[in-house]
């Protein structure tokens, strides 16, 4: 179903589900993981739908425009491809950072909102969700840092404060970063490698 890569970390207490970003795979994020937290754990998976030939998590009609019905479906079944590698690599979904960038950030924002989904953690860059979240969705344990562009030429600031708000008003701990576009850099690195040491 998924191509991804496991590379199992000199340490037990600490594992990245890796979910990179349009056109991207599963090597795009390694170097990332690595800068985080060089004895973690890493599952890295690759998206499955192909958009012109570049790899997404799923489906959209244009920029910013995604097909609802493929996203939860498409949530649903990586969510449920995590639980089978958790239970086969023995890490805790509970425990685990889920690091996304762009359209990785996006799915992992949806699981994240599925009835009794396990993930508390999560580092999220340039995420976009425009889409309703269900008043039943409640995330009072959840830790999240979220990176976003002022000028980000993808995601409108409104959609980045979007993003914010969804997870406050469902009850997470928001550490929130502004850097300048649409970007995985040295600067939002370093601030989410802070944020990490802070919750582990």
Known sequence: MYEYRYEEGQTKDLTFILLHG??????DLLPV???LNAKASVLSIRGNVLENGQARYFKRHS???YDIADL???GQEL???IEEKAKKYHFSLEEAIYLGFSNGANIAINMMLLDD???KKA??????YPMDVEETANLPDAKVFLSM???DPIVPRRESERVINIFKDLGAEVTEFWVEGHELNGDNLLAGKEWLEKIQ
């Open 63 to 65: 920029e910013g425009n």
């Open 117 to 119: 989904s396990l993930i």
């Open 149 to 151: 562009g002022e000028n």
């Open 33 to 35: 993981a690595a800068a």
């Open 123 to 128: 580092m999220l860059y340039a995420p976009m």
């Open 72 to 74: 939860m479906t498409r």
């Open 22 to 27: 349009t056109g991207g795979n599963e090597e």
């Open 79 to 81: 969510y449920a491809f």
